[in-house]
Every structure is written in C-alpha cells, then in structure tokens.
DNA sequence: AAAAGCCCCTGGATGC
DNA sequence: TGCATCCAGGGGCTTT
C-alpha cells in the first residue's frame, strides 16, 4: 500500500509527539508478517527516543532495542491518546505515555519487528540491501547510474526492486518512469546518461511532491490521525488504462511485469 | 550474481 | 442477492 510518501508522511505524523513517551505496554493482534521477536511485557518501561525511516521501514527508536515497522500492502498507523477498543484488523498496540501508537494491517503482510541494534542479523537482514534514499543528499547521481548500469533487468523492476534506490513503489514507478519519458521495459543497463540524469531527477521529484502533499495516489491511505489522503495527487498514468495520456491524449496502456501492473504511454514513453 | 516466480492474506470490484 | 474470479500500494525466499 504504502510507498516512500505515505511512509514518511506517516513517521512527520508521530514522531515528535512520540518522542520522549514512556513504553506502558503493547498489545499483539493476529500475526503479522514476522513475530515480534520479544515478550512484549518485556518493553514496558522503555523510553521511545524518535523514529527515523529508512526506505519503506520505520525505526522506532527506543532507549533499548528499537522497532522496525513495515505496512507492507494495506497497513497504515494511527497515534492518538484515545484509541476506540482495537477492530478485526488492530494487531499491534505500543501503549505509551503520550498516546497509543497502532498498526491496522487487513492484509497482513506488514510487520513489527524488535531487535537490539541495527547490527543483529536480522535488521541487517532486512535493511542490509537497501539501497540509497531517494529524498536529501544521499542520492548521487553517479552511483544511481552505476547502479542502473549493472543491471540488465527491465528498468520497471529494477526501480522497484529498491536495491538501487528505495522507496519506489508500484505506482510511483510508473509515474517516475513517464515524467522522464523511459519505456518501462528498457533494460536499466541500456538507459543513456542523458535519460538516467532525467529519471534520477523524475524520482526524487514525484517522491518529494507526493510528500509535500501528505500522502498519495492512494485510495485508502490515511495518516496518523486516520484521516484520507484520498487522491491528493492525480495519477498521471497509473490505473488509466485506456484513458488519453494527459500530454498527447493517446489511450494509456497497461502490461504485467513480474504479475505487477505497469502503465505507460507508447507515444511519450518511445524507448 | 542476477533474474524470475511464488507466496503470505483479506477485501473490494466485477461478472455471471 | 449469491457466488466465483480477479485484483491490489510489498518484499523475502526459493528456484532458475
């Protein structure tokens, strides 16, 4: 479900007013993805220090241990100091001081993960590939196309793969791909300097925007304070099969790459 | 090493 | 209205 923009717009929704609280207990639903990796009477009593994010995952900073947070397909996070008694698809609680942190996951496919640090194997299991952060100044260019140049897949999926750049959902990789003019099946090894210059820009642009404008293309994201980020940002090609590209009106098309859907125009998008 | 498929799971939309 | 089918924002794991 969530990409970069709903995740960060999701860590700026609770961060700060999570920082500083004190860890009174945590509630464990149906299991998510992974199991939580502690008894969770066990982080009572921890202070929560911040939450950073890195690509798609939240760091919940503890002053022991942190949490990696994932919303996978359908997850999405409320804080607030009066939650309702959790629903059908409420499987996590951090009950804190300063109000009540909860992941609603029909799917899932997300996940609540402790570690002590970064270092354990498992967080290096999840973060170790990660590839560079496409919002501030860690993306260089030069490394973005060195990382393109190795690789031979469509450059679609090598977007979305997130071993080059993170952060790149499904949508956002068609959107990324038709803002910079690149068919989505070109092998990434095969994109010129000129057109990887206008694609590294394309991704950071349309990532940053969608931030800016608090979340997203998506019909059912919403915030923290649970309220809709519905269609904030117009899609410019994602789910308009058939419906005229908005800059030469010819019927986008859609294809499947990897069982994922991929939209595109053939006149824009030439090679 | 890289690439391609396969799943995990639930709910909403569509079609008969 | 009821039921079957298809599809969905991710990504780790297994197999080529």
New binding site residues.
């Given amino acids: 479900?969530?990409?970069?923009p709903?995740v960060e717009v999701t860590r700026r929704g609770f961060a700060d007013r999570i920082a500083g609280a004190r860890i009174e207990s945590v509630r464990v639903g149906?299991?998510l993805?992974w199991a939580l990796a502690v008894e969770p009477g066990a982080l009572a009593g921890r202070g929560v220090l911040g939450v950073r994010r890195r690509?798609?995952?939240l760091l919940v900073d503890l002053d022991a241990g942190l949490l990696l947070m994932?919303?996978?397909?359908?997850g999405s996070l409320r804080f607030d100091t009066a939650l309702p008694a959790p629903g059908?698809?409420d499987h996590f609680d951090l009950v804190t001081s300063r109000g009540t942190l909860r992941l609603n996951d029909?799917?899932?496919?997300g996940a609540v993960v402790y570690v002590e640090d970064e270092a354990s194997p498992l967080a290096r299991?999840?973060?170790g590939?990660?590839g560079m952060e496409p919002l501030g100044d860690g993306f260089d260019f030069e490394a973005f196309h060195a990382g393109l140049r190795?690789?031979?897949?469509?450059i679609k999926?090598?977007l979305?793969?997130?071993?080059v750049v993170?952060?790149?959902?499904?949508?956002?990789?068609s959107e990324a791909l038709f803002l910079a003019g690149i068919r989505p099946t070109l092998?990434?090894?095969r994109i010129s300097r000129p057109r990887a210059l206008r694609l590294h820009a394309a991704v950071r642009d349309i990532l940053a925007r969608a931030v800016e404008r608090g979340g997203?293309?998506?019909?059912?994201?919403s915030n923290v304070d649970g309220q809709s980020?519905y269609f904030q940002l117009e899609a410019t090609v994602?789910?308009r099969k058939g419906e005229p590209c908005r800059v030469c009106a010819t019927p986008v098309r859609?294809m499947?790459?990897?069982?994922?859907?991929t939209y595109f125009c053939p006149v824009c998008q030439k090679h």
Avoid: C, W
């Fill in positions: 479900m969530p990409e970069l709903e149906k299991p993805r690509g798609k995952y994932h919303l996978g397909m359908s059908t698809h029909p799917r899932r496919f299991k999840l973060l590939g990660l190795r690789r031979r897949a469509p999926q090598v979305l793969a997130g071993d993170v952060g790149v959902g499904n949508i956002y990789a092998s990434a090894a997203s293309t998506l019909r059912d994201f980020g994602y789910g859609m499947r790459q990897g069982q994922r859907a």
